[in-house]
């Protein structure tokens, strides 16, 4: 079975910060990858698919990159907006969610 | 617009079978792909399972002995039931939609918490 592995489980940065999130597949998955935002008590929300293709409607300083097995979700400036939950799903096959990264502000 | 309604049991004993349902407005329900995916409280996100607008499914492994996912064309209905549950499947469940011919979520309902408890 195939395993995707979030990497890390938590964060905390300041204001303005780059925030890099890391998303493992054990197994090639292609580009079958997206990326949610769930701030607390919220339903998710969409960042990215296809591994980096913006949504529409979400800013322009969230970016997803990778292919195969490794990918990264990036925040180049971290808002106190953007404190939130973040999941990388697979969905190629069986879906299947990461475990989360929770940021919070520094 | 699009808008996922769910309904359905909020409070089941051990045993019972959650049913939900998940109603469809403001967009055509066919052509696209349909899922359940639940949230234990305070834990990460699980996928139950998905179903295209052909009537296909996948099931996870985990959950596939107990669960059954279903459309209704005709009414803009997709259902979840699970039967046997316990109070692992206390979670909050969403109905999800994706994009015409592929899995992601771009659409969510907004939630039902079922608990399971005696």
């Known amino acids: 079975d195939i395993q995707m592995t979030q990497s890390p489980s938590s964060l905390s940065a300041s204001v303005g910060d780059r925030v890099t999130i890391t998303c493992r597949a054990s197994q090639d998955i292609s580009n079958y990858l997206a990326w949610y935002q769930q701030k607390p008590g919220k339903v998710p929300k969409l960042l990215i698919y296809?591994?980096?293709t913006l949504q529409s409607g979400v800013p322009s300083r969230f970016s997803g990159s990778g292919s195969g097995t490794d990918f990264t979700l990036t925040i180049s400036s971290l808002q106190p907006e953007d404190v939130a939950t973040y999941y990388c799903q697979k969905y190629n096959g069986d879906s299947l969610f990461g475990g989360g990264t929770k940021v919070d502000i520094k | 617009q699009v808008q996922l309604q769910q309904r359905g049991a909020g409070l089941l004993k051990p045993s019972e079978t959650l049913s939900l349902t998940c109603d469809v407005y403001?967009?055509?329900?066919?052509?696209?792909?349909w899922s359940w995916i639940r949230q234990p409280p305070g834990k990460g996100l699980e996928w139950i399972g998905e179903?295209?607008?052909?009537?296909?499914?996948n099931y996870n492994p985990s959950l596939k002995s107990r669960v059954t996912i279903s459309v209704d064309t005709s009414k803009n209905q997709l259902s979840l039931k699970m039967r046997s549950v316990t109070a692992a499947d206390t979670a909050v469940y969403y109905c999800?939609?994706?994009?015409?011919?592929?899995?992601?979520?771009?659409?969510w309902g907004q939630g039902t918490l079922v608990t399971v408890s005696s």
């Open positions: 179903i295209n607008h052909s009537g296909s499914t």
């Open positions: 999800a939609r994706g994009p015409t011919s592929s899995w992601y979520v771009v659409y």
């Open positions: 403001g967009g055509s329900f066919s052509g696209y792909y």
């Open positions: 296809a591994a980096s």
